[in-house]
């Protein structure tokens, strides 16, 4: 009967393994650069990586060779289709000539020259650049009826109409409604029935029944259903509505 193999030498051949097996293991440089690789992991020489030299930055007397960004990385376009009031459908001008035009507005019967983009809603060139305050801003999609002011005649919602398509026309918003200081008889009729409550909308409102008073003096309740869409947050609508028919008889 064999005896067991020493514990001793199990352990003196286990450490002459591990000790051959380092030995005949090739360095990592070797196998980075693939000489010393074999079979399937053979190893692929790497590409050395380029590196662009920095660019020559100025800074008042120094240099800083800090990398510099392409300048054109965004690009700014230069070329714009104006609106249609000046420029036919397809039609492509240089941006720049909608500021050097410097559009003119008649407002109130006084003329300004206003340097606003084309597609700007009026509603804030009155307000902003004309400082009119007196035209509110409600909701910006021309339903609520507060920004309602008139184009040659002609109740508009400014907040839905582009700078461009007003220019050379006639705008009249509730500060010029009075004459002479004479106020108009929609504003007489207003204070007479107390219509305002917090009053935001009123401006809005009166402008879109004067418009309404020129084109039907006598208005029904239908009429006046049918032309007031403008929206008070006050519920002020009867008193609305009686302020209208005394202007109406006035």
Aim: hydrophobic content about 40%; proline content about 6%; overall charge positive.
């Amino acid at each position: 009967m064999a005896l067991p193999a020493q514990r001793g030498d199990f352990f003196t051949s286990l450490l002459f393994s591990l000790h051959l097996r380092e030995i005949t293991k090739p360095p990592r440089a070797a196998l980075e650069t693939g000489i010393l690789a074999t079979g399937m992991n053979r190893a692929m020489p790497r590409k050395p990586k380029k590196i662009s030299p920095p660019s020559r930055i100025l800074f008042g007397m120094k240099t800083s060779y800090a990398r510099a960004q392409r300048a054109d990385r965004f690009p700014r376009p230069t070329l714009r289709c104006l609106p249609p009031t000046f420029a036919r459908c397809g039609q492509v001008r240089l941006q720049s000539n909608w500021r050097t035009r410097m559009p003119t507005l008649i407002v109130n019967g006084q003329t300004h020259n206003v340097e606003v983009e084309g597609d700007t809603p009026l509603l804030w060139v009155l307000r902003d650049t004309l400082g009119m305050t007196g035209t509110k801003y409600g909701c910006g999609i021309a339903q609520c009826g507060a920004c309602t002011v008139h184009v040659d005649g002609v109740a508009m919602r400014s907040c839905s109409v582009a700078l461009a398509d007003v220019v050379g026309k006639k705008i009249t918003t509730i500060e010029g409604l009075a004459q002479n200081g004479v106020l108009h008889k929609v504003q007489q009729a207003w204070l007479e029935h107390d219509v305002p409550q917090c009053g935001y909308c009123q401006s809005g409102m009166i402008m879109a029944v004067a418009d309404l008073l020129k084109s039907k003096p006598k208005p029904t309740d239908a009429d006046i259903d049918n032309a007031i869409t403008n929206i008070c947050r006050c519920g002020t609508f009867q008193q609305v509505r009686a302020a209208i028919h005394a202007a109406a008889n006035a």
